[in-house]
């Protein structure tokens, strides 16, 4: 430690970084997801993880799910064998405790939420911001482990690019990715025009050869702009709209229809998203206003079904629909002074409106749900060169709990020097019950029989999180680098759990009953280190350690038998970019995932349940999985054919190693949910990019 001390010491006389000044290490970056208004990530008082396009090409991530697999305190997995639903997971807990935004706007219900992460395409991202620990007192519910949010691109200028990217998973299966994008800007910059697509064609993947897919049927294209027209010289006016149609499907049988296969579990999305937004500013800079409102339709047809070769054709189809709606204004003020410091003062007032509709075919039932939330927030920023203090609080008034809620947030930045910057900060979250659940979805277009219902007494999940960071940067020489060290704490009380009260075996109707339980606490720390040694090379490495685990008697994973351990969940996970230019137009690039052994669980069973791990007959068992390292190399190279012009042709390998899970269950009975590990077998790739 004395030589650790020593070394630090030495250091810091030779660091003079001003804030936002190192660009290698991004120090720069803008961020919006924090404070509600553009700042520096050296000057947030909250920690703010930022995933660039530069990232995105480096890692060659073709949708959000695989450029957030690198990120500190992120990990994303694939969750099932059939259907391919991503979660994600920040800071040790499960999807449902974060809130994906798209340009901050909540428009991801629980319908289009359980496959997002793999429909958003990376040719529409400009970045992605992660905001670690609760977030409710700025977005609302659900923003208990953190908020995702993604920025979609802008017309900066004239410009265009077209790409392919050709994968071959496992050395065999084909997956394609092709996408273009063009900007169009006036002369007098007043008016700007950003358009995009995606097409994606990925076939069905089997890895141990029993006739079942690893990985589904996959078929996506999606179209969409952003826009903006000035409607005067201090307003704006923005206008946003994708479409997104996917078809996925997994199982076996592909050359036959749904019902004629064994097992098939596929669903059909039609999505369409709009935004409004009107910026106005005062001709001074100190005040703006935003109005805004956008809408999210989705519409989605599903089968999940399961048939004997001895059974007739099965019926299992479900149809299901949801529009989310979000508007509201934002109203924000600088001061040269409020009591002790310059300070920026922000309210709002904001609705969310999100209804669904869930028939399902074999029953002929149709499970409707509406909820809606009237939120207000405050929250003044008192800020200097070396001090910030962040006073906030949102009250929300959700339509399934009886009492408004109040979500407070306290934040304290402190910069002693140039080079230091310490944080520390409370946040409390709240997550509402609902009605819709993907897994009871899923057993409901099979025929079988649900119901679920709220406890009497049933009380919202309610966090509250602490942290605490210090974040070194200097330079010495040739030699750029900043190092983030956090340690986060939340605390869940009355846990979520559904309980099975009633299961007749010879009709197949289940009722459960979404109850509290005792809750849950999480604490760990993230260590990233961003480096460059020269010009020519640059490292990210980002690691985890936590603990994530069950108060009181824990989960009830089987009957009578209770676990503390929160399932999906490793102790310890890491990830490593490291970019290096031995050449002008030449970039070679190395990353790399480590994710440590964690608790799943398995089912055995002669009849399985894809819902339902406690299922009448059937065996669960604990696994411990091994440790993974996910290893992968690229090169890209850039001709420049003009002064905008270029093409760039890439090739790489993705999890070179093969790290990939040998123990799938086979057969028309497999647990399709035991699942771990990276999300792919070894993939080859090649690709070229024309930008114009």
């Known amino acids: 430690m004395k030589k650790i001390s020593a070394l630090l010491l030495t250091l810091l006389p030779l660091a003079c970084l001003a804030q936002g000044q190192a660009d290698t290490v991004q120090l720069g970056q803008v961020t919006v997801t924090a404070t509600l208004h553009a700042s520096t990530r050296n000057e947030t008082p909250t920690v703010v993880g930022v995933v660039d396009a530069e990232r995105l090409e480096a890692v060659s991530a073709a949708n959000l799910a695989e450029g957030l697999r690198f990120e500190t305190g992120v990990r994303v997995e694939n969750t099932c064998q059939n259907c391919g639903a991503n979660e994600l997971r920040i800071n040790g807990l499960g999807g449902a405790y974060s809130q994906v935004l798209i340009d901050s706007r909540p428009l991801n219900s629980a319908l289009s939420g359980v496959y997002l992460l793999e429909l958003l ?310 997550r509402a019950p609902q009605v819709y659940d993907e897994d009871l979805h899923v057993g409901a277009v099979a025929g079988q029989l649900y119901r679920i219902t709220n406890d009497d007494s049933l009380r919202m999940e309610r966090s509250h999180s602490l942290t605490a960071s210090a974040d070194f940067c200097f330079h010495l020489g040739d030699l750029e680098a900043d190092l983030l060290v956090e340690g986060f704490l939340t605390r869940i009380d009355d846990v979520f759990v559904q309980e099975l009260l009633f299961d007749d075996t010879l009709s197949g109707y289940r009722h459960y009953e979404r109850r509290n339980a005792d809750g849950a606490r999480v604490g760990g720390l993230n260590v990233e280190l961003r480096l460059a040694p020269t010009a020519l090379l640059q490292l990210q490495l980002g690691a985890t350690w936590q603990r994530s685990r069950y108060l009181g008697q824990g989960l009830e994973w089987d009957e009578g038998r209770f676990e503390h351990r929160m399932e999906r969940t490793p102790d310890l996970y890491a990830y490593l970019i490291a970019l290096y230019r031995p050449v002008r137009g030449l970039t070679l690039s190395l990353n790399t995932t480590f994710t440590g052994p964690m608790l799943v669980y398995h089912t055995v069973a002669a009849h399985h349940d894809h819902d339902d791990k406690h299922s009448h007959g059937a065996e669960v068992e604990q696994v411990v999985t091994p440790s993974f390292l996910d290893l992968s190399l690229q090169a890209t190279y850039r001709i420049a054919l003009g002064d905008r012009t270029a093409l760039e042709l890439t090739a790489g390998v993705q999890n070179l190693l093969n790290a990939y899970q040998h123990d799938f269950d086979q057969g028309p009975e497999r647990d399709s949910q035991y699942i771990y590990g990276p999300t792919a077998p070894r993939t080859l790739y090649a690709g070229v990019r024309l930008a114009l």
């Open 121 to 430: 395409p990376a040719t529409m991202i400009d970045r992605v911001e992660v905001m670690r620990g609760g977030g409710s007192a700025l977005y609302g519910s659900s923003a208990v482990a953190g908020v995702v949010n993604v920025i979609t691109r802008e017309p900066l200028r004239n410009s265009a690019e077209a790409a392919n990217t050709t994968r071959l998973v496992g050395g065999r299966t084909a997956d394609w990715n092709n996408s273009f994008s063009a900007s169009v800007v006036s002369d007098n910059r007043r008016a700007g025009l950003f358009l995009f697509g995606h097409n994606r064609q990925r076939s069905p993947y089997d890895h141990d050869g029993d006739g079942y897919s690893e990985l589904g049927l996959l078929k996506a294209h999606m179209v969409g702009m952003r826009g903006y027209v000035r409607t005067g010289d201090y307003s704006k006016l923005g206008v946003e709209y994708h479409n997104l149609h996917e078809f996925r499907r997994g199982g076996d049988r592909f050359d036959l229809p749904s019902p004629m296969a064994h097992i098939s579990e596929g669903a059909e999305h039609d999505i369409h998203s709009g935004s409004l937004k009107w910026d106005w500013f005062s001709a001074d800079g100190r005040s703006a206003l935003a109005l805004f409102a956008s809408a999210q339709h989705v519409d989605r047809q599903s089968y999940y079904g399961e048939r004997h070769d001895d059974e007739p054709f099965g019926n299992a189809y479900g149809y299901t629909t949801g529009l989310t709606a979000n508007y509201g204004a934002r109203f924000s003020h600088r001061f040269d002074r409020l009591l002790f410091l310059p300070a920026q003062f922000t309210a709002g007032l904001e609705h969310t409106l999100d209804r669904l509709s869930d028939r399902t075919l074999a029953t002929a039932d149709t499970l409707r749900q509406q909820v809606g939330t009237l939120s207000a927030y405050l929250q003044n920023e008192w800020t200097s060169h070396r001090w910030t203090l962040l006073v906030g609080a949102r009250a929300d008034k959700h339509s399934l709990v009886a009492s408004p809620v109040l979500s407070p947030r306290l934040s304290l930045r402190f910069a002693p020097s140039d080079h230091l910057v310490l944080r520390t900060g409370y946040s409390s979250g709240f």
